[in-house]
């Protein structure tokens, strides 16, 4: 149990465009996600936290505009990067609590990541 | 500020040989920690956490660790390492800011290289 994916594993993009990554719980109600980025060879920076019907707070730094972030149910969190550039280029990750499951408080799922290489 | 650091940024160890990889905590209030390993171009798999009881909790993949108040410590050890344990390793502590509002803090991580 306690699943989390995420699709597409890997994305390479033209710059300027626009690229969509979806989170999913697989077998769990998540309100609550959580995106990460991470570059080579360095800890997992929170970018913002997802809560399922209203708006993410975004960490200090993160531009909301540029990272839109969508939670539309409670298995389901988008992340767009709008107008993406080269320095987007990163490993994103989410995850999701289980909102129900008293068995699993307090834990965070991780997804598998979504490698984004943008030229 | 609440933060984690995890001093050592490769361990090198033996196979067989047992593996310490340490973690300290700065948290305001009690202090929920956790280990997680990352695999190469992988997300990050949940080993173990400390939330409150025994100060020594047992994980997954044979792993441990000892939560040490006094050290402000949770440091992971496994008693004999294999070649399949090298990886990412992350520590991380939940931060409980104002609002009710918390987060996960990581540490920087620490890699984990198992020689045969």
Not at chain 1, 67 to 95: M, R
Not at chain 2, 34 to 42: A, G, I, K, L, T
Not at chain 2, 98 to 106: A, E, Q, R, V
Request: charge should be positive; proline fraction near 5%.
């Amino acid at each position: 149990g306690a699943v989390v994916s995420q699709h597409p594993s890997w994305v390479i993009c033209k710059s300027g465009t626009s690229v969509k990554i979806e989170c999913r719980s697989l077998d769990f109600q998540a309100t609550t996600m959580f995106w990460y980025r991470q570059f080579p060879k360095q800890s997992l920076m929170l970018m913002a936290t997802s809560n399922e019907g209203s708006k993410a707070t975004y960490e200090q730094g993160v531009e909301k505009d540029k990272f839109l972030i969508n939670h539309a149910s409670l298995t389901l969190s988008t992340l767009t990067v709008t107008s993406a550039h080269p320095e987007d280029s990163s490993f994103y990750i989410c995850s999701a609590r289980d909102s129900l499951n008293g068995r699993t408080p307090h834990e965070q799922f991780f997804g598998p990541g979504t490698r984004l290489t943008v030229l | 500020a609440q933060s984690v650091a995890q001093p050592e940024d490769q361990v090198n160890v033996a196979e067989g040989n047992p593996l310490t990889v340490k973690c300290t905590y700065s948290v305001s209030g009690n202090p929920y920690l956790f280990w997680y390993v990352q695999y190469p171009n992988r997300g990050l798999q949940f080993l173990l956490k400390y939330i409150t009881g025994d100060n020594l909790v047992k994980g997954s993949y044979g792993f441990e660790a000892e939560f040490n108040k006094s050290q402000t410590s949770f440091h992971l050890k496994k008693p004999s390492a294999l070649v399949s344990d090298s990886a990412l390793y992350f520590c991380a502590v939940r931060a409980w800011l104002s609002g009710g509002y918390n987060k996960l803090i990581f540490g920087a991580g620490t890699r984990l290289a198992v020689h045969p």
